[in-house]
């Protein structure tokens, strides 16, 4: 069983940045995909970013040049650097994790970005 806890969270001004970090239990973080979508109200779930096991990563494309997904296996750790926020990033966002054809998915922390 896995467990995901995210930080990192809060209210920003639209140019600012924030960093989410996602804390997981359990043995398979090393083999695992771990990625962040988000939830904006009133629409579906999508994805932000991803990163596989072996550093591999992709980006939606409102994300790329601004996002950037790393991890740290040693400390089971995923994290999302975003710079240039806007205020449409606004949202709950959620980390995930895939390993071995089952995914767990984190409680969301809300991100708002302020015009």
Known sequence: QVQLVESGGGLVQAGGSLRLSCVASGSA???SVIGWYRQAPGKQRELVATITSSGRTNYADSAKGRFTISRDNAKKMGYLQMNSLKPEDTA???CWLGVVSTTYWGQGTQVTVSS
Do not use: G, M, P, Q
């Open 29 to 31: 973080f090393r083999l």
């Open 92 to 94: 709950v966002y959620y």
